[in-house]
């Protein structure tokens, strides 16, 4: 449970601006970005956290697809393979302060190991042909934890 | 048996039939609007309380009805044992003992049937004897006796190879949100042929999502493909031999068994799909790139990187997992850079 305003618990950590050629967010001092180059596929960074002994992390996918942000945030929510779980959250629009997008979350099992908690936000601004996602996973016991991290992600995520 | 002092039949049948169509309706209403209410555009922790104290409605709603059921069914046999007397000419004693549970079973015909899931889901008999009723199961069971590979159902009931390798399948916790699931290995040793099939016993996923026999078909269907393809050594590779450090023979690895993981996931969810809609398999022996695209886009290339992380390579690397251009699953390791704590 977020027990502080996410807009108070930044102003009380030092943060790190990262820059990319289509974006830009801060993130905690401590943390880490990494880039990967993906063979014949889409970029993707990954921003590192260890938030009290627990590593997070969040991906950033640029995506090249035809079709809106809408479509694509409901198309990732209707595939995913779970029984439909009470945390589940269908996409929704939502304007934060420098974006807007749809925003969903789910709970993932494959059947054999823990669950996953899969939240995600597609932006509704096409960059040089790319839909961005910006997306958090994590066990569920420890959810609500990296949140917040999540949270200030998204709200000082800028694209250019 | 309270004593009947007057009773119009025909109006207490409509009755115990409004009932049953209530029934019915209930669950229709009950499901639809946990969808809604699940799907409602808000989100935090009260939200989560609310739909958690929803689903309690639910399910006390659902308790309640049946106790509906059993009261009408209670009714309706008063009816019957009335119109009987009221007949004479009948001994009592031989025909009330039978006549009111054939009468009830004849008067509610299809209605029950419709509704008797949510009441009464699907028992794994009920589920195994509809896939068989399918070519995609019979075939599944076929492949599964060509590798002296055996189902045993909880009644001793054994499905497929008698004299070879069982697999016991049962009801019980399966793991939150799953329907079902093929333990590998459920006592951690290597060591010992213990794989299972545990298909969900959650109270509510009994009753909504595994309730008919097709859907529970379905699920069986799944995951008695991965035991198949287990038996087929469709799920082992060898062991990997190299180092750490050897980030590319790591990558390579990796890739190879999740491309394998990937295959029978496209396996077992075409093979259910099959079943529960009575149509042919369609397995050509290729994993297409879309049909690996679907796998993964179904969040398993999250379940695969968090796997990774968590494990003892997400010690040293951080891991991407993505569909290359060949088609396969990739792995992409990047050293884990020094993370220093923070507090909030």
């Not at chain 1, 990954?46 to 997070?56: A, C, D, H, P, S």
């Not at chain 2, 958690?52 to 309706?76: D, F, M, P, S």
């Not at chain 2, 996923?205 to 469709?234: F, I, P, W």
Request: glycine residues 8%; charged residues 30%; hydrophobic residues 35%.
């Amino acid at each position: 449970m977020l027990k502080k305003n996410v807009s108070t618990i930044l102003k009380d950590i030092s943060v790190e601006k990262y820059t990319a050629p289509r974006f830009s967010f801060e993130y905690p001092k401590g943390g880490a970005v990494i880039e990967f180059e993906r063979e014949g596929s889409e970029p993707h960074w990954r921003l590192l956290v260890n938030l009290e002994g627990i590593e997070f992390y969040y991906d950033i996918h640029m995506m090249k697809v035809d079709v809106s942000a809408e479509q694509t945030a409901r198309a990732f929510y209707e595939n995913a393979s779970s029984a439909s779980l009470p945390e589940d959250v269908h996409p929704y629009p939502v304007l934060l302060d420098s974006i807007k997008g749809w925003r969903y979350r789910y709970r993932f099992v494959d059947g054999v190991s823990a669950p996953l908690v899969i939240e995600a936000l597609v932006l509704d601004q096409v960059v040089g042909g790319y839909l961005c996602r910006i997306q958090y996973v994590a066990a569920p016991e420890q959810y609500e934890k990296g949140l917040v991290i999540y949270e200030s992600l998204l709200r000082t995520f800028k694209l250019m | 048996m309270s004593p009947v002092i007057h009773m119009e039949i025909e109006r207490v049948r409509a009755g115990a039939k409004q009932l049953s169509q209530t029934a019915e309706q209930l669950q229709e209403g009950c499901s639809r609007l946990l969808t809604q209410v699940r799907g409602i555009n808000w989100q935090g922790p009260s939200r989560d309380d609310f739909i958690r104290q929803y689903e309690q409605i639910v399910r006390k709603t659902i308790a309640a009805a049946e106790e509906g059921i059993v009261l009408g069914q209670r009714v309706q046999r008063e009816a019957d044992e009335w119109q009987e007397t009221d007949q004479g000419g009948v001994s009592e004693l031989s025909v009330l003992a039978v006549l009111p549970a054939m009468t009830f079973s004849k008067f509610l015909g299809n209605t029950w049937s419709n509704f008797k899931g949510i009441f009464d889901p699907a028992d794994l008999n009920e589920g195994i004897d509809y896939m068989l009723s399918t070519d995609a199961g019979k075939e599944l069971i076929k492949e599964a006796e060509e590798k002296n590979l055996g189902f045993r159902l909880p009644d001793g009931r054994i499905i497929g190879s008698k004299d070879g390798k069982i697999i016991p399948i049962r009801f019980g916790d399966s793991g939150e949100g799953t329907r079902g699931v093929y333990q590998l290995d459920p006592d951690g040793n290597a060591q010992t042929e213990d794989q299972e099939i545990v298909i969900s016993n959650d109270w509510l996923t009994r009753r909504l999502e595994l309730s008919g026999r097709d859907g529970l078909g379905n699920t069986l269907a799944h995951e008695m493909q991965h035991a198949v393809d287990d038996q087929k050594g469709l799920l082992s590779t060898p062991p990997f031999e190299g180092s750490l450090d050897d980030e590319a023979a790591v990558e390579k690895q990796l890739g190879g068994e999740l491309q394998q993981h990937v295959a029978t996931e496209v396996r077992a969810w075409e093979r259910g799909s099959a079943v529960e809609s009575d149509r042919a398999y369609r397995d050509d022996g290729v994993v297409s790139r879309q049909e690996a695209q679907d796998i993964l886009n179904k969040g398993y290339e999250e379940r695969y990187e968090k796997a990774l992380n968590d494990s003892e390579i997400g010690k040293k690397y951080t891991a991407d997992v993505y569909l290359g251009e060949s088609g396969k699953v990739q792995v992409d390791l990047k050293p884990k850079p020094a993370l220093t704590p923070i507090s909030i």
